[in-house]
Nanobody
Framework: DVQLQASGGGSVQAGGSLRLSCEAS????????IGWFRQAPGKEREGISL????????YYIDSVKGRFTISIDSAKTTVYLQMSSLKVEDTAVYYC?????????????????RGQGTLVTVSS
């Protein structure tokens, strides 16, 4: 079974930084897209970033470009989301998710495999 374990959430003040980690196991996809989505209270899931295990290509939604950086370790078992210049509106539960391949317009919020989330709270 695919297992994704997210960690690294916490409470920070606006302008601060956090690094989320997602340990992935239980799958043997040759090529996959792995990334993060978030869900704030009362809001829809929002895919925010992903990376291709094959090409290393990355994607970010506009609201996090220049502030968040996604990366994957050389063993391709852990994906990171470095979040800087955090804003109050970044407050949400963050989840990692994975899907085979790289579909056209991939959205981690719709990926079939996802782990439990980690809470990020940004205060003003």
């Amino acid at each position: 079974d695919v297992q994704l374990q997210a960690s690294g959430g916490g409470s920070v003040q606006a302008g601060g930084s956090l690094r989320l980690s997602c340990e992935a196991s239980g799958f043997n996809f040759d090529d996959y897209a792995i990334g993060w989505f978030r869900q704030a209270p009362g809001k829809e899931r929002e895919g925010i970033s992903l990376i291709s295990s094959f090409s290393g290509s990355t994607y970010y939604i506009d609201s996090v470009k220049g502030r968040f950086t996604i990366s994957i370790d050389s063993a391709k078992t852990t994906v990171y989301l470095q979040m800087s210049s955090l804003k109050v509106e970044d407050t949400a539960v963050y989840y990692c998710a994975v899907d085979k391949g790289w579909a056209e317009n991939p959205d981690p919020a719709t990926f079939p495999h996802r782990g439990q989330g980690t809470l990020v709270t940004v205060s003003s």
